[in-house]
């Protein structure tokens, strides 16, 4: 089974998207994207920073399809 991931900002709880992406199938090409797409003022890649952490959404996902039958 294939896990989705996604990219929190913990200081205001809601998830950070690039375009239409909100969701990844692995950690680190959800660091890959922050790290692409991340301001270039800011040099800090995902690892060296704390604002932003990478939740696994797969146990919700399911959860909530389990709702819907």
């Known amino acids: 089974m294939t896990s989705i991931y996604g990219i929190l900002d913990t200081e205001t709880g809601q998830f950070i998207s690039y ?18 797409h991340r301001n270039y003022n800011d040099t800090k890649k995902f690892d060296e920073q704390t604002r932003y952490e990478i939740v696994n959404l797969t146990e919700a996902y399911f959860r909530l399809e389990d709702l819907k039958r």
């Open 19 to 36: 375009g239409a992406k909100i969701a990844w199938n692995h950690t680190r090409n959800a660091k890959n994207a922050y790290n692409y």
